[in-house]
């Protein structure tokens, strides 16, 4: 299909490893979003991405996030040092425009991330 | 697969009943909402969205309706259907450097009993 993709699926890692999560939004879609989704809670805003440019990381926890999206398209969000607090789900949302056009965020069916 | 709905608000209807699903949100100054659909295992899926400007917008078997002086939305399902069963989040724009960054409510698990 066309839409938000992200892999991979599940990650289980130990604590104090590094992890890399892949996002490919719908093609075209110049903003990307990252957003974190705890056990039975809301996605949380992350970071946010106007083609290469991150405008807001605001809602990174920790100098361990570190998020790009080198050439506009496809993203990556790395965790350094994992803790077992980052153990969440992991969703990459796009959109077509930007800006103040508002228009809706599509979302992946994220990385479920687990710590042990 | 596990479920997204632990410790949520539930609501329990009969297929082919009519669902309200409510949200407080927290900013006067949001201009934009949307609502999403998240079955268990899956990322948010889009339902409908409504600009500030507007009061109510119908979709297929949806309605949204806005109250900014209460700081309230609300989203109507028509005939609701099994398939409809899911945990549904409003979520709120909040424009900050060019952008649109979500801010979720709490969320509400539909059920739909036969």
């Known amino acids: 299909g066309a839409g938000v993709?992200?892999?991979?699926?599940?990650?289980?890692?130990?604590?104090?490893?590094?992890v890399a999560l892949r996002c490919d939004p719908i093609s075209g879609h110049v903003s990307l979003?990252?957003?974190?989704?705890?056990l039975g809670q809301g996605p949380e805003f992350l970071t946010y991405f106007q083609n290469e440019a991150q405008l807001d990381k605001s809602g990174l926890p920790s100098d361990r996030f570190f998020a790009e999206r080198p050439e506009g398209s496809v993203s990556t969000l790395k965790i350094q040092r994992t803790q077992q607090e980052d153990s969440a789900v992991y969703?990459?949302?796009s959109s077509l425009g930007s800006g103040i056009s508002n228009q809706p965020q599509h979302f992946g069916d994220g990385t479920r991330l687990s710590i042990l | 697969g596990e479920s997204v709905g632990l410790h949520l608000?539930?609501?329990?209807?009969?297929?082919?009943?009519n669902s309200i699903i409510n949200c407080?949100?927290?900013?006067?100054?949001?201009?934009y909402f949307?609502?999403?659909?998240?079955?268990?295992?899956?990322?948010?899926?889009?339902?409908?969205?409504?600009?500030?400007?507007?009061?109510?917008?119908?979709?297929?078997?949806?309605t949204v309706l806005l109250n900014k002086t209460v700081k309230h939305l609300s989203l109507q399902i028509a005939a609701t259907q099994p398939g409809d069963s899911a945990v549904y989040f409003c979520a709120e724009n909040i424009v900050k450097?060019?952008?649109?960054?979500?801010?979720?409510?709490?969320?509400?698990q539909l059920k739909v009993e036969l």
């Open chain 1, 5 to 18: 993709s992200q892999s991979p699926r599940y990650k289980v890692a130990k604590r104090g490893q590094d």
């Open chain 1, 33 to 38: 979003f990252w957003y974190q989704q705890a």
């Open chain 1, 91 to 93: 969703l990459c949302a």
């Open chain 2, 9 to 17: 608000p539930t609501l329990s209807v009969q297929e082919g009943d």
């Open chain 2, 24 to 31: 407080a949100y927290s900013n006067s100054a949001s201009d």
């Open chain 2, 34 to 62: 949307i609502w999403y659909k998240q079955e268990s295992g899956k990322g948010p899926q889009f339902i409908i969205d409504i600009r500030s400007n507007m009061d109510k917008r119908q979709g297929q078997r949806v």
């Open chain 2, 97 to 108: 450097g060019g952008g649109n960054k979500l801010t979720f409510g709490t969320g509400t």
